[in-house]
């Protein structure tokens, strides 16, 4: 099964992504962590992207289509994969359309998650990863249990991305609006969107994703 979780910056589609992975065996692919590991292995791609995920705008099209078509044809995107961050405009929910087409493929469910734009900024600016293992956090929502140290790994690495700042995100907002929010017409005519209510506890927006795949009867565990 695929499946895009659409929604804006901080919405909870990393969260939700990861949980799809450890539960259901599918694969998390996330166009921002592509990105932010071709930054700093400093890769031709990373030069272009640098600058513009610091201003909160898009990447070029073409770059990310390529970075995903790419990513998709590895071995484990076969069980199944979860676009997060990705398309992020029309133009590249098109291109994805021809990709998957091509590649015979094709997508299950698009999942909306709506969360409002103050509490968006609230979850950003709390934001925090284990350095080691990717474990995502929150200082208020989703604090380690003892501070400073991962849950999973034993790590004390916690990373805060640059662009987690109040400016950045007004920026990332204002591009989703602009850009984004209109892949939700878009999906609504194929008739394979689902909204649902991001605003609720990780575990509430979780078992709300499980009863949609569920009617899958693809989906194992
Ligand atoms: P968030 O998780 O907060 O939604 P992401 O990690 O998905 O943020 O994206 C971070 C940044 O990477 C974006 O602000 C943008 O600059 C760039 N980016 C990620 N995905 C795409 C995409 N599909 N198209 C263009 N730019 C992208
Ligand atoms: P996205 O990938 O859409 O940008 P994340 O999954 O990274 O969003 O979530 C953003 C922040 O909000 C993280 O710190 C995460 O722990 C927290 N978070 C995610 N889902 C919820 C939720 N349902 N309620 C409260 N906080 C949440
Ligand atoms: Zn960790």
């Not at 919405?11 to 921002?32: D, Y």
């Not at 995107?77 to 091509?102: C, H, T, Y």
């Not at 850009?179 to 008739?191: D, H, I, N, S, V």
């Amino acid at each position: 099964m695929n499946v895009i979780l659409l929604g804006p910056p901080g919405a909870g589609k990393g969260t939700q992504a990861k949980l799809l992975e450890e539960r259901h065996g599918m694969v998390q692919l996330s166009t921002g962590d592509m990105l932010r590991a071709a930054v700093k292995a400093g890769t031709d791609v990373g030069k272009i992207a640098e600058d513009i995920m610091k201003r909160g705008d898009l990447v070029p099209n073409d770059v990310v289509v390529s970075i995903i078509s790419d990513r998709i044809d590895q071995p484990d995107a076969k069980r199944g994969f979860i676009l997060d961050g990705f398309p992020r405009n029309v133009a590249q929910a098109e291109a994805l359309d021809a990709m998957l087409e091509k590649k015979g493929l094709k997508l299950d469910h698009v999942i909306q998650m709506e969360v409002d734009d103050e509490a968006l900024v609230e979850r950003i600016t709390g934001r925090f990863t284990c350095g080691n293992c990717g474990a995502g956090y929150h200082d208020r929502f989703k604090p380690t249990k003892v501070a400073g140290v991962c849950d999973v790994c034993g790590s004390t690495e916690m990373v805060r991305r640059a662009d987690d700042n109040e400016t950045t995100v007004r920026s990332r907002l204002a591009t989703y609006h602009k850009e984004t929010a209109p892949l939700l017409p878009y999906y609504k005519k194929r008739g394979n969107l689902v909204q649902l209510n991001g605003m609720a506890p990780m575990d509430q927006v979780a078992e709300e994703i499980k009863t949609v795949l569920a009617a899958d009867q693809r989906l194992s565990g």
